[in-house]
């Protein structure tokens, strides 16, 4: 399958949307780019995240102590995802690159692979969201059903069901399969990965290498093999599901769709902007604990349409962009709260489990 081409409007929605968010942060004064309290936010994460592995490795509590602990490691694990890793591989989380780097790279310290999430997120999903065939977001095996483009099979009629359990396996399969898939394939879904030079293939490996060492070899060193598992098990389940469950908020909900190119001329018939206002939905955005921790990922439209702005900003540049959506009549897709969203996202599941 080749990428498909989106239309080009004379009247542009995304040129209108980038001149008055661009006209927000000139007439502010202020960079698009992160600020001293994401630094700090940044800076509390990590030093925590630290703190609590070292802990639980060197200085393990008693069994129900650690198992918590393994809970609360797995849940700043993804507000490490969130927060740093996800605006420094955008180019967001800094005016600094280097700094941006360094935030990206956090993802390899947490056994995933910032290379590869690059090329999956940055440019595949961004540029293709939600198109069957060409979002590797929306393959998630043969036992979810995302879309009514994919197959069929009758046991995803319980998929609304057991979705919960897969989505806690999200860690697993990133860190131990699907990095490795997307190294040896050099593709993601149908977009061949661009070649990696040697400091990318000694980042890939040694990362691996050493995510093996401290979540694997020493732990079970240190407590055995047992104590390792359930912790293991239990910190990399709760990783897994926060992470899945605020991606796929976003995107799989009923309110969004699904297009598909029309042929042969493999061709979108919206404009990139508008088919990112039509696959995308807020949730929550008035709950400022949920914005804090899931790094503004709950303003999804906002990050969807710039990507190269901070999270910091969205709640902000959110009222320019509804206004605008107002004005030019096109969709602004919103749950108030995020049980709502979780609700929409179920129905979502249990309508294409009945087809």
Not at 46 to 61: E, G, M, N, Q, R
Not at 113 to 126: A, E, L, P, R, Y
Not at 271 to 294: C, S
Request: charged share 15%; hydrophobic share 45%.
């Amino acid at each position: 399958m080749i990428t498909p081409k989106f239309a080009a409007p004379k009247l542009s929605l995304h040129a209108e949307l980038k001149k008055r968010v661009n006209d927000y942060f000139q007439t502010k004064g202020i960079q698009p780019t992160g600020n001293y309290k994401l630094f700090v936010k940044a800076a509390l994460l990590i030093l925590s995240y630290t703190a609590l592995y070292i802990h639980l490795v060197f200085f393990t509590p008693t069994a129900w102590v650690a198992i918590l602990e393994c809970m609360l490691l797995g849940i700043l694990t993804s507000g490490i995802g969130f927060n740093v890793m996800h605006d420094g591989s955008h180019g967001s989380f800094s005016n600094y690159p280097w700094l941006n780097n360094i935030a990206a790279k956090t993802l390899d310290m947490l056994g995933a692979s910032s290379f590869m999430w690059n090329t999956k997120h940055n440019i595949v999903h961004h540029a293709y969201t939600n198109i069957d065939g060409v979002d590797d977001d929306l393959n998630a095996g043969m036992l979810l059903r995302m879309c009514d483009t994919q197959k069929y099979h009758k046991i995803h009629r319980y998929q609304y069901i057991y979705f919960w359990f897969l989505y806690s396996m999200l860690y697993f399969f990133w860190v131990f399969f699907t990095d490795y898939k997307k190294y040896f394939t050099n593709k993601v879904k149908v977009v061949e990965i661009k070649k990696l030079k040697f400091t990318d293939h000694l980042l890939f490996w040694t990362s691996k290498a050493a995510h093996i060492f401290f979540y694997v070899a020493l732990p079970i060193y240190m407590v055995g093999v047992w104590p390792w598992l359930i912790g293991f098990t239990v910190y990399a389940m709760v990783a897994g599901f926060v992470l899945s469950i605020v991606f796929q908020l976003a995107h799989t909900v009923e309110e969004t769709t699904f297009p598909q190119a029309i042929q042969p001329a493999n061709k979108i018939e919206d404009e990139w902007a508008l088919h990112q206002l039509k696959t995308t939905a807020n949730f929550a955005t008035k709950n400022k604990l949920i914005t804090w921790w899931v790094g503004g990922l709950n303003f999804q439209v906002e990050h969807h349409l710039f990507p190269k702005v901070s999270h910091v900003h969205y709640p902000a540049i959110s009222n320019i962009i509804k206004r605008t959506c107002a004005e030019m009549n096109v969709p602004y897709i919103e749950h108030p709260k995020m049980v709502h969203a979780i609700a929409s996202h179920v129905a979502h599941l249990k309508k294409l489990g009945n087809q």
